[in-house]
């Protein structure tokens, strides 16, 4: 006859009353939260072991946690690459895969004149303050390109698959090429893009970086960052970066972004098919004194979106619309802005529901006003990130929102 249990004190079973229970019989058909930051074995023997790399494990959560390692298997498979790791936000994908790059005082970054504001600010601000130069050149201007590659010899270089707010779309196979040449390895932003319609490591990039806020995510709801590599050597720095640093991504928003890339495919669709459909609306409409959109751009550029952008089935020129009010002035666009109904004034993008940020104010407001001007992103230009709403709303509520903007 068994022995009885031990009772324990009251004070005790709180603590430990159903936890560390064994792993169930079925096998859960999506992957749990792990919401735990330690791990246990059945014996130091093992701790040890897994401490030493010599069994596979978790320790701690800032190491590895399993709902995690689920979203970069997820990235990982998507981007074609060879292994992920996430961290807390875009930035601190961006910042790990920068810093993996064997960068020292005297090195230099090439970096796309078109990047993403705060990007900018990374390269001058971080990785300036240890002696890091950074020079900037227009990726889109291949023979530029390519003579500052060759006299400045980067060890990095940096573009976006479509640059913001301008929705330019970079020759990848190019700029690698360049890159390569050059000794440097190519670094690519997707976050625009998505492995939906862009894979950069097939096209030669070294690193894919996506903000997992956006498109990935979907919902406005979490904020996290990815990397994929094309070399598996460079995945362990990758790994240490994130232990080191600490910006790792949490388990719940694993959950949320693992869950949003479920549907990628059928939101980006809807998404991109919209987009189309604005960007032609909006090509001839009065109050606009231009439309910024891959599919309106020059037959040079439309070639290399053909390129660059493909869904399985269709290309396709993203789902982003950039315009200028036809007053062009900071003051017009805040008009047209604060008119709209149903379109929602976001400080971010990719998510179900149409959103409108102002570059100027927000994305690009440390950039001098001279410089915005000199890469084109002007005081009355709006960053359009369209949504899956029936378009004939998206359309009814702009228009009637820029009827609004005349002063």
């Avoid at 997707?190 to 990935?216: I, M, Q, W």
């Amino acid at each position: 006859m068994p022995e009885p249990k031990q009772r324990r004190d009251f004070a005790t079973e709180l603590v430990h009353a159903g936890e560390r229970r064994p792993a169930p019989t079925g096998a859960p058909v999506a992957t749990p939260i792990y919401a735990t930051a330690t791990f246990t074995y059945e014996s130091m023997a093992e701790v040890d072991q897994v401490f030493a790399g010599e069994k596979q494990g978790y320790i701690y959560s800032r190491y590895g946690n399993p709902t995690v390692a689920g979203l970069e298997e997820a990235i990982n498979t998507l981007e074609s690459g060879v292994g992920a790791c996430a961290y807390a936000t875009g930035m601190a994908a961006l910042h790990a895969a920068i810093f993996v790059c064997d960068l020292a005082p005297g090195s230099t970054i090439l970096a796309s004149q078109d990047l993403y504001g705060p990007t900018i600010d990374l390269l001058y601000t971080v990785f300036g303050s240890f002696g890091v130069k950074t020079a900037t050149a227009d990726f889109n201007d291949l023979a530029e390109l390519e003579a500052k590659a060759r006299e400045l010899k980067p060890r990095v270089m940096i573009a976006e698959t479509i640059s913001n707010p301008l929705l330019k779309v970079c020759d990848l196979a190019a700029c690698a090429e360049i890159a390569h040449g050059a000794g440097a390895r190519l670094i690519v932003d997707n976050t625009f893009a998505t492995p939906y319609l862009c894979r950069p490591l097939e096209h030669g990039a070294d690193f894919v970086v996506h903000s997992a806020t956006k498109y990935l995510g979907g919902h406005a709801d979490t904020m996290g960052g990815l990397v994929v590599t094309r070399e598996g050597a460079d995945l362990t720095p990758l790994i240490r970066t994130m232990k080191l640093v600490g910006g790792v991504l949490g388990v719940w928003e694993a959950h949320e972004i693992m869950r949003g890339i479920k549907t990628l495919a059928v939101r980006l669709e809807r998404q991109c098919a919209n987009a189309a459909r604005l960007a032609d609306h909006l090509s001839t409409h009065a109050q606009v004194l231009r439309v910024y959109y891959p599919g309106l751009a020059s037959a040079a550029e439309r070639e290399i979106a053909g390129r660059m952008l493909r869904t399985p089935d269709a290309e396709c020129g993203g789902a982003l619309v950039s315009i200028e009010v036809q007053e062009n002035t900071r003051e017009a666009a805040f008009r047209f802005m604060d008119a709209l109904r149903l379109c929602v004034r976001a400080t971010s993008l990719g998510d179900v529901f149409s959103g409108v940020l102002h570059p100027a104010t927000a994305s690009h407001r440390e950039v001098a006003p001279a410089r915005r001007r000199q890469l084109g992103i002007s005081d009355g230009l709006v960053r359009i990130s369209v949504g899956i709403e029936s378009i004939a709303d998206i359309i009814a509520d702009i228009d009637q929102a820029l009827a609004a903007s005349v002063s």
